[in-house]
Structures are given as C-alpha cells and as structure tokens.
C-alpha cells in the first residue's frame, strides 16, 4: 500500500516565458562579460543541444536587435559525427542550424579517435566499446574546444540536471568540458517545455535520447530507466524521503531507487573542482 505523500515536481514558477527571459539574460551575461565575440554548440539533433541552440539564438538575436552590426554575437553549430551515429543524427542537427540560420560545420571525428587508439590501443584492450565511446565524447570536446577558440567563443554546455547534477550521466572531460551550463536547472522533462514553448519541431521533442558513445546506443537503454524516473527519485530525497518511502510512493523496484542513488554518489567528482592539496607555507 503506498503512503499518503507525493514527491512533488518542480514547475516553472513565473511561468515559461518568464524563465526563457531569465535563461537568455544569463547567456548574454555569460558569453558578454567573458568578452567572446558569440557561442559554440555541438547539435546532435538530441532535444538538449537543439534547445540549447534556440535559446542561444533567442538570447543572441534578443541582444544584437540593441547593438551595432559589429559588436553582434554569433552562434555556431557543430556536427561531429562517429561511425556509430545514424545518419539521422547529421540531418536533424543540420536541420535545426538552417532553421536558425546559423553557420554549421560537419567534422567526423572517426579519424582524430582513430588515431589516439592506433597511438594508444593497450588503453582499449579491456572494455574496448566502454572506452571509445568516452573517447568520442572527449574528442568532440577537443574540437568544440579549438573551434570555439578560434572563433573566440564559449562552448555552450548542453547538459540537464537529470544527466549532470543527478546522476553523472556524461564523459568528465567529453561533454563535460564547457563554459557553461544553460539547462543545469531543469529537468529533461522542463527541457522539453522550453522546447515546445521555442516551437522546436515536435519529432525532435520527443526524440529519443542517446549520447551517441557506440552503435544502438540509448540513455534508457543503458540506464534502464527514463530521465522521468531518475527526477522522481532525486526529487524525493531533496524533499527528505528515504530511500523506502520512496519505492512507496513511486511504486519504483528498490533496485531502480539505489541505482539512481549510487549514480549520484559515485559521480560527485564530476561535479566538483577538483581538490587542491593544502600545505604549511610561510612568506618571506
């Protein structure tokens, strides 16, 4: 019999239009007070990196409509395609620059990874599709990186608090290593709505989420439960639940709750700085 509680779910307070306001105001901070001349974003065609393009664009098109022509901002699209990736993938992030009329770049990553393992290949002997697929993860990183730097731009983070800041779920220095982190606060589930609010095409909306590391790959798949779940989960334990109360509540397994909950724990390094060691020092 479940409890008579409800883990309860976070909403958009001031209302959608409100929060796109917010998020743009925040980028523009973001890549002006950096002194970059615009942003970089890797589009996969996933509903994360297209929603933060449009929401980048918005805010962009929002601050160049006060400025002159010289000091606008410019937003770039990257498609960064593996063996491992369907077709599908180039054609939808493809889809989303030309509706933003943004400027692209297709740059297949097979051969840089290609290399690093011919120069490397006793670090793939032992869970050798595990490793590639952080592999391409980190190689996009590198050529977002060097793109954006080029261009003198940020790279623009792509990740939701569900992947990032519940359960870890990103390559450290892949899809880790950016400038910033436009959908940190919401949930995939509150990424959806900021996409459909930007009128994102609704087959991208609901596309299925997969980072694209080796052949067939899905985050559900590879999880073993939707983002859906893993909200409910860390939602439950910010708002005080135990672990018990909540398989009552949710009617998830126990197996599913302590997954979630491990996932946290053991990616915390991800999240953090990484540590400075203290030591006695005296100044002369």
Not at 25 to 50: A, E, F, H, P
Not at 175 to 185: E, F, H, P, Q, T
Not at 241 to 252: A, K, M, N
Request: with cysteine.
């Amino acid at each position: 019999m479940k409890l008579e509680k409800t883990i309860k779910k976070a909403y958009f307070a001031n209302g959608i239009a409100h929060a796109v306001d917010q998020l743009a105001d925040q980028i523009i901070d973001w890549v002006v007070g950096s002194g970059s001349r615009g942003g970089v974003v890797g589009l996969s065609g996933g509903i994360d990196s297209t929603t933060v393009a449009y929401l980048t664009k918005f805010a962009f098109d929002k601050y160049n409509s006060t400025r002159p022509e010289e000091d606008h901002l410019t937003l770039y699209g990257m498609m960064l395609p593996s063996k491992v990736n369907d077709r599908a993938d180039v054609e939808d992030g493809q889809r989303v620059a030309d509706y933003l009329g943004i400027e692209s770049k297709v740059v297949p990553i097979e051969p840089i990874a290609d290399s690093f393992k011919q120069s490397m290949p006793y670090a793939f002997e032992d869970k050798e599709e595990w490793h590639t697929g952080n592999l391409y993860s980190e190689t996009r990183a590198v050529v977002l990186s060097r793109f954006a730097a080029s261009q003198d731009c940020l790279v623009m983070g792509t990740g939701n608090k569900d992947e990032d800041y519940g359960l870890g779920y990103f390559t450290k220095r892949g899809d880790g290593a950016v400038d910033n982190n436009v959908l940190g606060s919401l949930s995939k589930r509150l990424v959806r709505q900021v996409a459909q609010f930007l009128a994102v095409p609704e087959d991208l909306v609901k596309r299925t989420s997969t980072a694209g590391l080796w052949e067939d790959q899905t985050d559900e798949g590879e999880l073993g439960y939707g983002y859906d779940v893993a909200e409910a989960v860390m939602n439950g334990l910010d708002q005080g639940f135990s672990p018990e109360e909540i398989v009552d509540i949710t009617g998830y397994g126990k197996d599913t709750v302590q997954d979630v909950m491990y996932r946290h724990e053991s990616t915390r390094h991800k999240r953090n700085v990484p540590p400075v060691a203290e030591v006695s020092l005296a100044y002369e």
